[in-house]
């Protein structure tokens, strides 16, 4: 059965468009006043160096079994963080990029369709795990120079500022994050790594599965060069969009889509939840507890996981220690439940 988008009344708001010109100019009169004032106006909302105001990029592999890119999608309409890039990997969970691509690609499209703007092509890239050199040296390491690479290489010389980097929220291997940066080592001041990724064992953070254990040697590369938010920290994700919910999502493609996708969302929430990279950027108070550290590269290299993420106040490394799980659900329905989201 056909189903149409929900109505607004006419006297309702502005249209989208003029709503956002008006906060367009906003906020170029606003970059234009932080020049007269102090830099904390710049800082960031909470316990991270990055907030819902930095533009994301998605890195990922599988599209089904968690609720990454409809958060994204919502967020980029709902005052959240602008979507500005989608990379879609192989793993060895998910290998074959051109299925996973095109499960990213339907979700576009049904986001699209539904009335939702700012949503980017989806970029396939099928880089392979980098190779760790003899030497252990990190910039001595061979490029992939994989399309995901040239992406964030690209989007980060275009939209990133000093007070707002890009964020790379990733749900899978590292592995085009660690290319870009063999491709151009400036890289690193403009984008900020926030990585659903492995666990916390207090007061470590530690790089392994789920998605620390597919390519070891971009972890150390990550850890090591970049700023780096590690949230290994898992909620159980079954609890966003229940059974008994479904007759209540909106009537458009992209909420078709959830309630298609809603039986097959991963239940194990110790290796799910993918979608805790971008809450943790997108999200105020989501994130809850953070403990400094660094890389400890005197460790052994291990070619299953990265380098221990130990306490160190003046660290490289955010490692997420605790989270408010429940604030996810209840944003996601908040955006679900707005018609002004979804347009006229």
Known sequence: MARSSPRRPPHATPHRSARRAAVAGLVVLAGACTQTLD????????????????????????????????????????????????????????PNVGVNAAGWKELVSAAKMSGLENIPDVTPSDGKPLVRPASGVVEMTAANNSLGAQLIVNLSRQLSTPSRPIVIASATRLTDIADAYLMDHTVVDRVVVVAALGSVVPPNGVMDGPNGDMDAWADWIVAQRFRYVHVGTWYDQTGDVTAAQLSSLPK????????????????????????????????PGFVTGVQRASPDTSAPFDSAQGPPLVPDDGGNVWVVTAIAGPLAQARLWQMLLDPQIFGP
């Open 39 to 94: 830099a904390g106006h710049n800082g960031p909302h909470g316990p991270l160096p990055v907030d819902e105001r930095n533009p994301v990029i998605l890195s990922q592999d599988d599209w089904s079994g968690d609720w990454l890119g409809e958060y994204a999608a919502l967020f980029a309409n709902s005052g959240g963080p602008p979507l500005v890039g989608i990379i879609v990997n192989g793993t060895p969970y998910w």
């Open 252 to 283: 458009n493609p992209l909420g078709m889509r959830i309630m298609d996708k809603q039986p097959n969302i991963i239940t194990d929430f110790l290796t799910a939840s993918d979608q805790v990279a971008l809450l943790a950027t997108a999200l």
